[in-house]
């Protein structure tokens, strides 16, 4: 053996970073040469190493854990801000945070998400407020007489006379890409207050319901403080009647008809899209 | 999509680590949770990230020093999912474990930071320095601090029920 030539004298933090393989090769060597004579920091450095072991015995087997139900769902994407930013300018200019958007391309006629802790509406007070948006919606385009209240010619006055119930802006969306001309609509009482109806014709007479209460409020408002909160389009069947529908901040939106669910979702999304577009 | 792919790669090192700071499976899937969210909501500065890593477990440290501050409501999460922990060590070890697992928690919050991202993400100590916010040399005293302290503890020289630590101004 050489005789070991003068080496600066090891400290603290080198033994640290020797336990831990962060000093170099060479000082690596020295560290050990050092350990050689010294048996009670010999003692600790093993300590420190069989730290090391039973730390990652104890909490290695974690990383093949399945993980959990909300831990994958908060590593997804958000919905991106400007759909959410749109939502926002909505119906509703008075309004400041909205909750995000969630199409998520899967409109596709499949029952879309069950009820998750990310939603803006509970199960409960969806389900609830679905079906009274059938009810509603059974009720009045049931009636060949007077299914609105006031018709699609005085328009103007109905979003007036809605948007002042309502105490926030109304639009009535234009359909009749989709084969739907405007009715008119009427004013309804909702689980807490207002709720606006506005009523939709295709050429073989079926009728569409567009349901819009602010009655969500709470839930939609609680929620949109929480930068993910979620906001996703569901289905509900009410006997003959499919209802979508969603949340957005305050309000509630529920399309209801006697439609077969994919052609629902289309008009759902033409309805979300034209109502995000206003200012 | 790219940024969740990216994301949930480090999802289960995240999980590691915050379960053996939190000490209990709930209260570390929480602050996953809490994490992600907030790596969400600064999506942004993500392209300007160099250190994934350091970036978030530095958000996670910061929520977890935000948690530790507030007295906070317990709560159980509602995740029948997935069963607790598959730690299954033989019969033997699992005393042993356990009292790692105890003298952990004794260990103050500052320096088991520190001892588990040496220890078990094998961070540099400039990098636990970038994660945490703090010089280098602090990361070297609580470090040592932390695996002497953890090293009595474990020989049983500490006593574990101590309610008040007489002697240490230098914990």
Known sequence: MTPIPPSPPVTEDELHAYVDGQLPAERQREVEAWLAGRPEEARRVAAYRAQKRELHALFDPVLDEPLPQRVRQAARAPVPWYARRLAAGLVLALLGGAAGWGLRGAVDGAALHGPTSGDGLTAAAGSGFAARAAVAHTVYSADARRPVEVDAAHEEQLVAWLSKRMAAPMHAPRLQALGYALEGGRLLPGGRGPVAQFMYRDAAGGRLTLYVSNELGEAGAGRSATPNAETAFRFAREGAVNVFYWVDGPFGYALAADAGREALARIGEEVYRQLAERP | ?171
């Not at chain 2, 019969?91 to 088991?112: C, F, I, T, V, Y």
């Open chain 2, 1 to 171: 999509m790219r940024d969740e792919q990216l994301l949930l790669t480090w999802v289960p090192r995240l999980r590691r680590y915050a379960r053996a700071l939190a000490g209990n499976r709930d209260d570390a899937d929480d602050l996953v949770q809490d994490t992600l969210l907030r790596a969400w909501s600064r999506a942004a500065l993500w392209r300007g990230v160099a250190d994934m890593r350091a970036w978030l477990f530095g958000i996670m440290h910061n929520l977890h020093v935000d948690g530790a501050r507030r007295p906070r409501l317990a709560t159980v999460a509602l995740d029948a999912d997935v069963p607790e922990a598959p730690v299954a060590p033989a019969q033997d070890e699992r005393l042993a474990l356990r009292d790692l697992q105890a003298a952990l928690d004794r260990l103050p919050a500052e320096q088991k930071e520190v001892l588990l991202l040496v220890a078990l993400e094998d961070m540099a100590y400039a990098d636990v320095a970038r994660t945490l916010g703090i010089p280098i040399g602090t990361v070297m005293s609580r470090l040592s601090r932390g695996r002497e302290r953890l090293r009595a503890l474990l020989e049983g020289r500490e006593a574990p029920q101590r309610l008040q630590v007489v002697r240490s101004r230098t914990p």
